[in-house]
């Protein structure tokens, strides 16, 4: 199939060219305004009791939960004459859209006995609260909108917005702004190295030209996605730079090949069908291990990993797409002069440098750090496993939380308000739990011992009920009556003083649980939806990575046609990864360079990174293990079957392939590199620990764990029970296996036969 596919391609690559010029141009106008399409939450479903809290309140109480917080900040005090105007103005604002602001409080309307809660500790800055109706594509859209018209960022008298609803709208902000930048970073960075990887700036415009590509094939592909389902905002970001990072890595493996076969005496069309078939073979096999690791993401409910699963698995197959029939056209247009444009020779005479000689693969580098490796294996496998193992260490005592306002930079309005709430007051309105009592038709009694009970609960400075507002057992103030109907039950707001994400969090969540009520109970607010996505989530993990683990042993062993290596390839991945993520809690939960990168540690990772970083990580570790095997088992084929033939296969697999694909790695880095320079604390976190991932796979899992195993196993590699092997040979792709007979005369004379 691929020899016809390159077939196609060479016969009328102006054509094939032509297209992709049509599509890339018609996806990039398609997706130009994919951002104002997408979602900013996705993490929680409607079937969790949190979420069927909000929503009770929602429909029956509305209002009844604040997602909007205004500070309103004076130079002198929030009572002076400047402060109330700017809060007149602001409430004159917020009433005038009724058909989407509701239960509007503030402290200058406040009961006096409530009030206090809404002024900080210093008297400078009181609050406005309000609830912004809408989903999760609504709701930053509207905050945008009514934060443009209210806030005031200097003079006697500011005006910021917070809140869940201007976090969402912020960091949509952010992240759009970022993929700009990360782009810009990543794409020149790439070209250069390319450059100099190749020696050629011709050999390097293709990879690059095949990225631009799959960057406007994702724009397209999401925009079109987010009329059919809802896709999450943090697609963006990732899907983009993945297209980008596999559209380069597959290019390079393909250019890399057919430079080797127009050494090696072929001509431009028998070099890219022979390329095609042979590295397009392991690009077709990577690019099936990175969509079936994707799609393990659609056994969450959750709409943010689907539609990274979605999005993910159209990325992945229009890079290899390009790869396999864009790039061979471009190749064949291109034909010799693959090598023009060389850098590296002027560079030599510039600095007065010997000219460079091509080595043979047996005086390379690789070839000699893989022998080295595999004359000692079982010491520097222990030694290796041991280091992977100690930096995967600190996962063990990861925490999990759902993201908030601490994503953002420190500068960003709805961040200066979260931490003014956090610091200032004695309770952060923002992080109060909600409980809902839906079926409750009982007596003011009964509300009110639930209400005192509630309030002797640790670090709970006040609850607020319709029969009264108690503090530590107290009664302090007399009702709210709007907070119970007679025909929809109660609702009880439980300040709090304590990190609704922390284990401190989490315990006290338990503990209002533990408290009796006079009918059922529903909790919402932001410990209970963390608490209730994190077990949603984890609750799935075991079948999403027995997905990944199955799809990749099948496919693997359809590649190789052993059963070992793939056992192998997965248990190096899982390392490799293990090593990555204790890196990412020693880092971003510890906060040990949170000044560094510029992020704030909260003492929690979210979830949702790990389960994506180990998805497109594991992949992409995937990438290179499939195109060393590749390699590695072409030369085995070839040799004999020995032990010393395993061994010196080994070797020159390596040897053919160790600086293309740590060329990849530390390309496909730099675009990660590229994410992790925004300003969101979780892609920082995405960014780096791919990048780390990515780096950690291609030197010390490529260059000497997996040497030295494959030289413990010797033979034994490559075996399979009979059974097994029969099925191979029938359904194992062994294309790449039966051309040459000198690509079978340069292609019967280029006629491309």
């Known amino acids: 199939m691929l020899t016809r596919i390159a077939r196609t391609a060479v016969a009328r690559p102006r054509w094939v060219v032509a297209v992709?010029?049509?599509?890339?141009?018609?996806?990039?106008a398609i997706g130009a305004t994919v951002h104002s399409h997408m979602k900013s939450g996705g993490f929680v479903t409607s079937d969790l009791d949190s979420v069927q809290a909000s929503q009770y309140l929602s429909e029956h109480f509305p209002g009844s939960e604040p997602n909007y917080v205004l500070t309103i900040t004076a130079e002198g005090v929030a009572d002076s004459a400047a402060a109330r105007a700017a809060a007149d103005r602001a409430l004159a604002v917020l009433g005038a859209h009724p058909e989407i602001v509701s239960g509007v409080q503030s402290y200058w309307t406040a009961r006096p006995d409530l009030k206090q809660a809404m002024l900080s500790k210093d008297r400078t800055h009181a609050l406005i609260l309000a609830s912004i109706e809408g989903d999760d594509a609504e709701l930053p859209v509207r905050a945008a909108q009514l934060s443009e018209e209210l806030q005031v960022e200097s003079g006697p008298v500011t005006v910021k917005a917070g809140g869940l609803a201007a976090s969402f709208a912020d960091i949509n902000t952010q992240i759009s702004k970022d993929l700009i930048i990360a782009e810009a970073i990543a794409i020149p960075i790439t070209g250069l190295l390319l450059a100099l990887v190749f020696g050629s700036l011709m050999a390097a415009a293709l990879p690059v030209a095949i990225g631009l590509f799959a960057i406007a094939a994702s724009l397209g592909i999401l925009r079109v996605l987010t009329a059919l389902a809802d896709v999450s905002i943090f697609a963006l970001n990732m899907t983009t730079a993945l297209g980008l990072a596999l559209a380069i890595d597959y290019s390079l493996f393909i250019v890399s090949r057919y430079r080797e076969e127009l050494a090696a005496g072929l001509t431009p069309t028998a070099a890219v069908t022979r390329a095609i078939q042979t590295a397009g073979r392991t690009v077709v096999y990577s690019a099936l291990v990175v969509a079936l690791s994707l799609s393990a993401l659609l056994v969450f409910p959750q709409y943010f990993f689907k539609s990274f699963a979605y999005a993910g698995i159209a990325v992945v197959a229009a890079a290899a797409a390009a790869a396999v029939i864009v790039l061979p056209a471009l190749l064949v247009l291109v034909g010799h002069r693959i090598d023009s444009g060389d850098l590296r020779a002027p560079m030599r005479r510039l600095f007065r440098l010997t000219p460079r000689t091509e080595k043979e693969p047996r005086q390379t580098f690789w070839y000699r750090l893989v022998n080295a490796v595999m004359k000692r294996p079982?010491?520097?496998?222990?030694?290796?496993?041991?280091?992977l193992l100690l930096l995967g260490s600190p996962f063990l005592g990861v925490q999990f939380g759902y993201p908030d306002d601490r994503s953002l930079p420190t500068d960003v309005a709805s961040r200066e308000v979260g931490d003014i709430l956090r610091t200032e007051f004695d309770a952060d309105l923002a992080s109060s739990a909600t409980i809902v009592l839906p079926e409750f038709r009982g007596s003011t009694a009964e509300l009110d011992t639930y209400a005192r009970d509630l309030s002797k609960v640790p670090d709970?400075?006040?609850?607020?009920s319709s029969a009264a507002v108690y503090r530590n057992g107290l009664r302090v103030a007399p009702g709210v009556p709007e907070m119970t109907d007679p025909q929809h039950g109660a609702y009880l707001s439980v300040a709090t003083t304590v990190d609704p994400y922390s284990d401190a969090g989490g315990d006290q969540l338990d503990t209002l649980r533990a408290v009796p009520a006079p009918s059922k109970a529903l909790i919402t607010g932001p410990a209970a939806l963390n608490q209730d996505s994190v077990n949603a989530i984890t609750g799935k993990l075991p079948l999403a990575g027995a997905l990944i683990a199955l799809t990749t042993l099948v496919l693997l062993f359809l590649f190789t046609g052993s059963v070992v290596l793939p056992v192998k390839a997965l248990i190096l991945n899982i390392l490799s990864l293990a090593a990555t993520f204790g890196a990412m809690v020693w880092i971003f939960q510890e906060g040990h360079l949170s000044g560094l990168l510029g992020f704030t540690a909260t003492g929690t990772l979210n979830l949702a990174m790990p389960i994506l970083m180990f998805s497109l990580a594991f992949g992409a570790s995937m990438d290179y293990e499939v195109f060393l095997l590749s390699r590695i088992r072409e030369e085995?084929?070839?040799?004999?079957?020995?032990?010393?033939?395993?061994?010196?296969?080994?070797?020159?697999?390596?040897?053919?392939?160790?600086?293309?694909?740590?060329?990849?790695?530390?390309?496909?880095?730099i675009v990660f590199l590229g994410v992790a320079s925004s300003g969101v604390s979780m892609m920082k976190l995405f960014g780096l620990g791919c990048a780390l991932a990515v780096i950690s796979d291609a030197t010390v899992i490529r260059g000497l764990l997996a040497p030295a195993l494959m030289r413990m196993m010797g033979t034994w590699n490559w075996w399979a029970p009979?059974?097994?092997?029969?099925?191979?040979?029938?359904?194992?792709l062994q294309e790449a296996d039966d051309m040459p007979a000198s690509v079978e005369r340069q292609l019967t004379e280029s006629g491309t036969r």
């Open 20 to 28: 992709a010029l049509v599509l890339m141009v018609l996806c990039g």
């Open 460 to 464: 709970v400075p006040a609850v607020l």
């Open 636 to 669: 085995w084929l070839a040799g004999p079957k020995t032990t010393e033939g395993n061994t010196e296969a080994v070797a020159m697999g390596v040897a053919r392939t160790g600086r293309i694909f740590t060329a990849a790695a530390l390309l496909m880095s």
């Open 722 to 732: 009979k059974p097994l092997v029969a099925l191979h040979n029938k359904f194992g």
């Open 378 to 387: 079982l010491p520097i496998a222990l030694a290796t496993t041991a280091f």
